[in-house]
């Protein structure tokens, strides 16, 4: 019995090593990725989405420090900043930052420019 054992955890550990896993490297983007226009009233939505990283820790601000605007959702692998209703308060570039495993740290921006009708 012990035998029969030992070359079913032989088989397992061969079927493994027949597939190899692709491991994705660290990145991230921001969606929509150009730059927005929005009217006043809308609601606007920035999604920030990571791969490659089991764990990333994200954080919204403005390029001139400004207060959000919006409320932040993170989740797993990605954060969402969302703007309801957008005023033109929210007329500024936003940057996400996302850290990875407390190490490596990518950053990227998107222009809101909002209009009235």
């Known amino acids: 019995m012990r035998r029969n054992?030992?070359?079913k955890v032989e088989k397992a550990a061969e079927l493994m090593c027949g597939f190899p896993f692709v491991v994705k490297p660290f990145e991230m983007e921001i969606i929509p990725?150009?730059?927005i226009v929005a009217q006043i009233g809308d609601t606007l939505i920035l999604?920030?989405?990571t791969t490659g990283c089991p764990s990333p820790v994200f954080s919204w601000r403005t390029q001139m420090d400004s207060p959000l605007g919006?409320?932040?959702?993170s989740y797993r692998t990605h954060s969402i900043?969302?703007?309801?209703?957008v005023s033109i308060v929210n007329s500024h570039s936003y940057l996400?930052?996302?850290i990875c495993?407390?190490?490596e740290?990518?950053?990227k921006s998107v222009k809101v420019q909002i209009y009235c009708k």
């Open 101 to 103: 495993d407390g190490r």
């Open 33 to 35: 990725a150009e730059k």
């Open 47 to 49: 999604t920030c989405n």
């Open 96 to 98: 996400c930052t996302v």
């Open 105 to 107: 740290k990518k950053e």
């Open 81 to 85: 900043l969302t703007m309801n209703p």
């Open 5 to 7: 054992r030992k070359i």
């Open 70 to 73: 919006g409320k932040v959702s």
